[in-house]
């Protein structure tokens, strides 16, 4: 089955610098990849999906690409704010399931 | 924000006892999806329903089990609570099919003595 692997485990950046968040996952079928946001003891959000047939995709200071050649993604967040800290999660198709990755601790200090 | 509520939001209970989280969706969804969130390891899924009593296996499924007898409510039973079974559970809905999000409800901690 799919295997879906997520670094960092923790991220600290300075107010206004990037974060870029990478995973890797497993089986070549996989052709639906999401992120989500997590805030402290609330719901995981969407904020952002890619699909295989597309390589790069923005919105506002978000952006994913993926290189489906080397099974890997990545998330990028540009000039980040203190709201941005939260735990994401990446994520990969499989049938009709997705499979998350273990999460990312993003702290952003002002 | 999809309209997806847990019953209970909190609940303690003891080992042995047996346990139900309910899952209500308002969005006509085809798909419903239990998972469990621990630290270190993100949300594994648990079950997941397809349809109206179509259901199957996740990652985790051992000592679950689920029904889904309405298309608006997937239920979770804990047959026999056990301590490694404390958790925070999260329903999620989607349309269904590939390439398709899926949107989660608020959580229910439960915690299992």
């Known amino acids: 089955g799919e295997n879906v692997e997520q670094h960092p485990s923790t991220l600290s950046v300075q107010e206004g610098d990037s974060a870029v968040i990478k995973c890797t996952y497993s089986?070549?079928?996989?052709?639906?990849f999401p992120w989500y946001k997590q805030e402290l003891g609330k719901r995981p959000q969407l904020i952002i999906d890619?699909?295989?047939?597309?390589g790069e995709k923005k919105d506002q200071r978000i952006a994913v690409t993926l290189n489906k050649t080397a099974k890997h993604f990545s998330l990028h967040i540009t000039e980040t704010q203190p709201e941005d800290s939260a735990v994401y999660f990446c994520a990969a198709s499989e049938n009709d399931k997705v499979i998350f990755g273990p999460g990312t601790s993003l702290s952003v200090i002002p | 924000d999809a309209g997806i509520t847990q019953s209970p939001r909190h609940k303690v209970t003891e080992t042995g006892t047996p346990v139900t989280l309910r899952c209500h969706q308002t969005?006509?969804?085809?798909?419903m999806y239990w998972y469990r969130q621990d630290p270190g390891h993100g949300l594994r899924l648990i079950h997941y329903s397809y349809g109206v009593k179509d259901t199957d296996k996740g990652e985790v499924s051992d000592g679950y089990s689920v029904s889904r007898s309405k298309t608006e409510d997937f239920l979770l039973t804990l047959e026999s609570a056990t301590s490694s079974q404390t958790s925070v559970y999260f329903c999620a809905i989607g349309q269904g099919g590939l390439n398709q999000p899926q949107h989660f409800g608020d959580g229910t901690r439960l915690s299992i003595l």
């Open positions: 089986d070549s079928a996989s052709n639906y």
């Open positions: 890619i699909r295989s047939n597309v």
């Open positions: 969005e006509n969804h085809r798909y």
